[in-house]
């Protein structure tokens, strides 16, 4: 169908999306009788803690732990009380030092950016590229004497190019932690993230794919990794059948805090977790619906997508040729009905984007002699700028998001493309 100017709901035309618009919470709209039923059977065993309780019980985080581990083809993975706490625990696990830099990508939930600092280490910021997920070459441009450590991140649903990081992390003998906060199911060429690097990270907050409301997960091969990972989160290691044994070998046990799992969030996320593959298959058929009805709009590009199979599929992201087009592109998209938004704006604060990390601009720290930006053992740190990283503003300032709810129906999909469709034609 042609549409002018006159048909566009923004300018009095009938709206092309008429269903009711669906809220982004995966997982959490899902929360039905199973997670109840889990949660439940915690509850009347009074068995609220994974270590121990009033009588014998199987727990409900070891159990989630032991599902991962099968699902992710992992020796370990450990279940804890965030992302931000798997990406602590991680990075001090591989040994990340004070004053080590360790590089992230330039979108990305400042989570990631926080975690490398509550490590003491420093964060190097490094550009994404049309995919959205960190650029191999900007990634290799930041590496020096100091690197430590890659946290590659799977945003917004996308697998970043593992091949290459791990590669780049092998010529340069670096550890890698995968940041799969917003990517829990997804993969690349066949294998699933968080199984790539040395560990990786998922959340189970409430806005993530699957949810317990707040929770973690860090998966890893490593024996050393895990046993420190797991003495880390767990204060004075206490899981450990003799707790006040000596260590068996060099690294096992030192200073800790608490990031445990308690085994109600646990009852949840299990529950969560069983239901994973078929949000996942629901937001990747969701995607492909509108997408196959708006790929031959002229002037409208894509995102990339680094594999096709592996996107969780989360969000479709389009670019407009000019960063000038976005805001009348949404307003227009709005009053059809259609959910969106741009990504980028200079103005408006986002902690997803570098370039609002004041934090990090300026090194804002606790306490003005802290590790590990002021820190006399650690060196001079780098200055950070927020022109660092151009081709990450420039990609994000041109683009469109739309959420991709599991829960759309067909009528939902046909006529968010129909919106799409509409104003993209009048417009570009
Ligand atoms: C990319 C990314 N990394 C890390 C985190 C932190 O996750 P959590 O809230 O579970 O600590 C988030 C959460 O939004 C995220 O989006």
């Known amino acids: 169908m042609n549409y002018t100017k006159t048909d566009l709901a923004v300018n009095g035309g009938p709206k092309a999306k008429t269903t009711p618009n669906l809220p982004m919470f995966p997982g959490g709209l899902e929360i039905g009788e199973e997670e109840k039923r889990e949660v439940m059977q915690v509850l009347d065993a009074k068995y609220l803690f994974r270590y121990y309780g009033p009588k014998d019980f199987p727990s409900k985080v070891k159990k989630l732990e032991e599902e991962y581990k099968y699902f992710l083809g992992k020796r370990y993975c450990l279940a804890l009380n965030s992302c931000t706490s798997a990406l602590i625990s991680g990075l001090i696990a591989v040994g990340v030092e004070p004053g080590d830099e360790v590089i992230v990508p330039a979108y990305t939930f400042f989570a990631t950016c926080a975690a490398v600092v509550a490590a003491k280490a420093v964060p190097v910021v490094a550009d994404v590229d049309k995919s959205l997920t960190v650029d191999i070459e900007d990634l290799e441009r930041k590496i020096t004497q100091k690197t430590k450590a890659i946290i590659p991140v799977h945003m917004r649903g996308m697998p970043a190019r593992m091949d290459k990081i ?21 993969s690349y060429r066949g294998q699933k993230l968080g199984s790539f690097g040395d560990a990786g990270c998922f959340s ?10 707040e929770g973690g997960i860090l998966a890893t091969d490593d024996d050393l990794i895990y046993i420190r990972s797991q003495a880390y989160h767990d204060v004075a290691a206490c899981w450990r059948k003799d707790r006040f044994a000596p260590p068996e070998f060099e690294g096992e046990i030192f200073f800790g805090v608490n990031f445990r799992m308690s085994e109600l969030t646990g009852a949840v996320a299990l529950a969560q977790f069983r239901k994973l593959n078929h949000i996942v298959r629901r937001m990747q058929r969701n995607k492909a619906l509108i997408k196959k009805n708006i790929i031959d709009l002229p002037g409208l590009d894509f ?7 592996g996107d969780t599929a989360v969000c479709l992201i389009v670019y407009l040729p000019e960063t000038a087009l976005v805001e009348d592109f949404v307003t227009a998209l709005n009053a059809e009905g259609v959910e969106a938004g741009g990504i980028y704006n200079k103005g408006v604060p986002d902690w997803h984007i570098y370039h609002h990390w004041n934090m990090l601009m300026d090194k804002m720290m606790p306490t003005k002699k802290g590790c590990p930006f002021n820190c006399p053992l650690c060196g001079p740190a780098p200055e950070y700028s927020k022109d660092d990283c151009p081709q990450t503003i420039d990609w994000l300032s041109r683009s469109i ?3 991709i709810p599991p829960q759309l129906s067909e009528e939902d999909c046909a006529q968010i493309a129909e919106g799409i469709r509409k104003v993209a034609s009048v417009m570009l």
Do not use: C, P, W
């Open 166 to 186: 791990m590669e780049a992390a092998s010529k340069y003998d670096l550890k890698v932690i995968e940041d799969v906060a917003q990517s829990n199911g997804g």
């Open 204 to 213: 189970l907050q409430y806005h993530k794919i699957i949810t317990s409301g």
């Open 303 to 309: 995102r990339e997508i680094t594999d096709k199979e």
């Open 401 to 403: 998001h739309f959420d």
